[in-house]
């Protein structure tokens, strides 16, 4: 545990003359578990279909254990690269019963073994009872616990998973992305898995890489994706927030139309600089003792919290999240404070 397992360095991916993943770079723990996030069209299947070995790469290389799988004169076959995959469709096979399924990557293993190993399997996916039915038989979450089970009965050293849960409905789909993290994490199994699913992500994953138009613009923890976003892509994408204008005042205080907002760190702008501040719906708190009111818009009821969009004096808009047993109408004016405890500002410019 520890090391790296596998290194992506410098990766380009084409179709024909088209640039569809540029200069790519990250390296994944051995044990870990973690995804690659993006809008649709970002790159993410390409890049994890050239890991599998399905693509060529242009540019660059993608080494495991330290060997070169691919690279521009490089490209080992997808079955001698011990990497196996999980896709969206399940691809199971429809004429052979879910045990037979299992067991089609272990037929070089002697019957005993490759029974006891599939019992092994089964059980670890909670599938045992349901051996002897087919494919068409099973739910779609049981179809993916087959279609992992599968994938895992080889030992592969990496695993890939390509939208796994995008046919499940959204309940099971974060269910399932627990559920396959225990599982991973119990056999200390290293994947790979690529959703555009903020929630599944941040729900199975050890680190997530934010993918833009063939760009990784951050390699990072669920936490510092959200607290700390590196780009104002990663800062919209993931998770709520609105940005407000404001002037650096000094190193560490931004002045803004709601006051100085003082920040967690020495900010890398000039003082006097315009700046795009950052703020999440959880920076704003209620605050009687508080002399900014603002007014609110609309409110959404989540559960536990409420999300209310809120118009400041200066009539920018924010959104805040409270405690639901707070209840505010339309209309009506809240005293609020700005709490930013990692304080995100980026440099004022033309959106990326
Ligand atoms: N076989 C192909 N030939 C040419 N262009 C392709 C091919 N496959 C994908 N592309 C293009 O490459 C880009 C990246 O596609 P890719 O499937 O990797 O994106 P993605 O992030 O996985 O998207 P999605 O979430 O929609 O599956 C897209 O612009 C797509 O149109």
């Known amino acids: 545990m520890g090391q790296p397992l596998l290194h992506v360095d410098d990766l380009e991916c084409r179709y024909g003359a088209t640039v569809v993943t540029r200069q ?50 490089t490209l080992v076959a997808p079955e001698k690269r011990q990497i196996g995959m999980v896709f969206q469709d399940y691809a199971l096979f429809p004429h052979l019963s879910i ?32 051996g002897k039915r087919y494919p068409h038989e099973l739910s779609g979450g049981q179809q993916q616990r087959v279609a992992l089970a599968r994938a895992l009965a080889p030992q592969p050293r990496l695993l890939l998973l390509d939208e796994p ?15 396959v993290r225990r599982i991973l994490k119990k056999l200390g199994i290293s994947a790979i898995m690529v959703t555009h699913d ?3 992500a941040f729900a199975l994953a050890d680190q997530v890489g934010v993918l833009h138009g ?46 100085d907002i003082a920040g967690n760190r020495a900010y890398p702008f000039e003082i006097g600089a315009p700046v795009d501040v950052l703020l999440r719906p959880d920076d704003i708190v209620l605050d009687q003792q508080s002399a900014l009111e603002a007014r609110v818009e609309q409110r959404t009821f989540t559960g536990a919290s ?19 047993h707070h209840e ?20 004022r410019r033309m959106e990326e």
């Open 99 to 130: 045990v037979d399924n299992v067991a089609f990557g272990l037929r070089r293993l002697p019957g005993d073994q490759r029974r006891q190993r599939v019992d092994e399997l089964l059980e670890l996916v909670g599938l045992t009872h349901l």
């Open 165 to 179: 849960f995008s046919n499940l409905d959204v309940e099971l789909r974060r269910q399932l992305s627990q559920e």
């Open 198 to 200: 903020q929630q599944e």
């Open 24 to 73: 790519v770079n990250f390296s994944l723990t051995r044990g870990d578990l973690c995804c690659l996030l993006g809008p649709s069209g970002c790159g993410k299947t390409t890049l994890l279909r050239a890991i599998a070995g399905f693509e060529p790469v242009a540019a660059g290389s993608i080494a495991l254990d330290g060997r070169v799988l691919s690279d521009p004169t």
């Open 306 to 324: 409420t999300l209310y969009r809120l118009r400041l004096p200066s009539q920018q808009v924010v959104e805040a999240s409270f405690n639901s």
């Open 214 to 259: 063939g760009h990784l613009q951050q390699w990072d923890t669920p936490y510092n994706l959200y607290h700390e976003p590196a780009t104002r892509f990663v800062a919209n994408f993931i998770g709520q927030g609105f940005f407000i204008p404001g002037t650096m005042q000094d190193r560490e205080t931004v002045n803004t139309e709601i006051g």
């Open 328 to 347: 505010f109408a339309p209309g009506e004016s809240i005293p609020v404070r700005i709490q930013a405890d990692h304080l995100i500002l980026f440099e």
